[in-house]
């Protein structure tokens, strides 16, 4: 009897394992089935774009989130940059109608949404007098520029950190993108060239970004540095481009980003006599154009299109009357895909080369020295001095100023030199 119970019990004990090991391989099923779904739902937000950024204002690239640093600014950043027991920060900001977030809203708006009192604003033509910074704890700079030294905007960057200095007002800048990419090009400004178009030695086209600049003007030129500090971009990428800026047009002439492109080297073509660039029309800052009488040949025409295209830019025949001036101007109008292909300042060496070697008389404007920041680059066209004397100190400068200026690179890839070249 005592064995007949014994077998009975090994028997239940064998039944009670069998149910257990059902009820695990159940728990493994149900683990399995939890891991595939986790795999396929919740991976591939982590390293992919999320399926709202393709369409979103924010794709600027398909890798993260890009914000500019007026949309990363909160008011704890206020507060652990400038510790204080009073709650509200008088702001003066110097701003001008590029100062929107990517989806359009003004920066005074979200200053204030973020607790900031805007007591002051300055626009890009104001000087900033002591008298103005009264009543104000600091100063916040918020402008989009060109990406091109002789931009206005820019200058009025330099001018902003030198106030705060001079006034030992904090000063914040909102970073904001490099719109011609990483190129780092042309002459630097000569010491007795310095002039409000351009006010530091750095190169023609700088490719860095607002912020960057800005360190690098109150680093290297100033005696006295200012309380300075950047609220950076998120997710920047200097070699990737930028789909959607500007928000609005940059100045009244620079109406796109079509025309900034075109401005990096049109630019100084503008102090040029006798070339037109549509200034005042709609196609300003877009087109190369001279007045009829000069009797520039349609095969001429073809040529520069064919020198055009074959540096990156797409451009078709065009021909309007000014009824100011009572006279037809004829030329080409331009079209730049991809501004990371383009060197602005080899290109613009190109262009009036080939119109000096077209039998067309150029006439430099006394801006053109001071906007160039060197008198080499005139002598060149003129043919007093050489390219090879032109080279060196362009390559050289180059070279010096990207070492001098490394320290202050805040993304990457760091930026990249473009050596004179116009073979």
Known sequence: MGRIICKMI???????????????????????IFSLLLIILILPRLFFPRAHMRNSHFAYSQQGDFRLGLENIQRKMI?????????????????????????????THILKNAGLN???????KNTISNDALKNVDLLIFDMQNCGVRHDIYINKLFQSIETASINKKPIIVLDRPNLLGPQMEGPLVEPDLKS?????PIPMRYGMTVGEIALFYNKNMLKKPANLH???????????????QPLSQMSQNIKNINSCYCYSFLGLLQEIKPFHLGIGTDKSLECILLPDTILFSKKKWKELHKLLKSNGIANSFYRYFDGNKKIYFSGLQLKINDIFKICSFNLLLKITNFFKNSGVKM????????????TKVREFLEGKTSYQKLKKIVDKDLRKFFRQASSCFLYTPFPKIEYLDIS
């Open 10 to 32: 090994k028997m239940g004990g064998i039944r009670m394992l069998g149910g257990a090991e059902k009820l695990l391989n159940g728990i493994f099923s149900v683990f399995k």
């Open 79 to 107: 507060q652990d940059i400038f510790p204080s027991n009073n709650l509200t920060y008088n702001v003066g900001l110097i701003t001008n109608q590029t100062g929107k977030s990517q989806q359009g809203i003004k920066n």
């Open 230 to 244: 950047i609220i950076p971009m998120k997710n920047y990428r200097r070699n990737r481009h930028i789909k959607n």
């Open 118 to 124: 805007i007591k002051k604003i300055f626009d890009s």
């Open 363 to 374: 006439e430099f404007s006394k801006q053109f020295d001071t906007a160039a920041g060197t």
């Open 196 to 200: 409000e178009t351009s006010l530091a």
